[in-house]
């Protein structure tokens, strides 16, 4: 009984320790964000119900809100100009289930560097990534913040050659 008692009390010290220790995915996320704000990208949450643009989008398709989505937003350096350009790429399902990347406005052409990545992701079909933005000095990507840490560092790379493109 004196045993017992002794276990129990070691599970009530022992078990909130362990309760309050990140699980793996905290920890991959936090490693991903960690690279990422040394790379000069900031991160930011992307909230369905507020952010008016991704709210429609969301109700256009189901699927998007089963994912909790942040904004991996690279700003361009003073005295740089950024990528030039103000439009934004969604990813959406059509009536047949397939995955379509439509630009905002409608009227926007993609450019060479843009089609490059968005063409990969068509052919995926990648739900990991939501919206591709650009700014007048910035550049971002919406995503689940999914994959490996080598997927990750394409990803900041492509926000850097975006950002550098002209």
């Known amino acids: 009984m004196v045993y017992l008692l002794i276990i129990l009390a070691m599970l009530l010290v022992v078990g909130p320790i362990f309760w309050v220790r990140p699980s793996p995915k905290e920890r991959r996320i936090a490693e991903f964000r960690a690279l990422a704000m040394q790379r000069g990208v900031k991160v930011e949450p992307v909230s369905l119900v507020t ?6 989008v969301s109700e256009r398709n189901l699927h998007v809100a089963d994912y909790q989505w942040v904004r991996y937003r690279r700003v361009s350096k003073e005295g740089k100009v950024g990528p030039g350009i103000r439009a934004q790429w969604t990813q959406r399902k059509d009536r047949e289930g397939v995955f379509l990347w439509e630009p905002n406005p409608i009227t926007t052409s993609e450019p060479d560097s843009v089609s490059q990545y968005l063409d990969e992701w068509r052919k995926a079909a990648d739900m990991r990534f939501l919206g591709l933005e650009f700014g007048p000095r910035s550049v971002s990507l919406v ?11 394409q990803i900041l790379t492509m926000l850097e050659t975006l950002d550098n493109a002209q």
Request: aromatic content about 18%.
């Open 51 to 56: 952010d008016e643009y991704y709210k429609k």
């Open 143 to 153: 995503w689940t913040e999914e994959g490996t840490k080598d997927e990750l560092i």
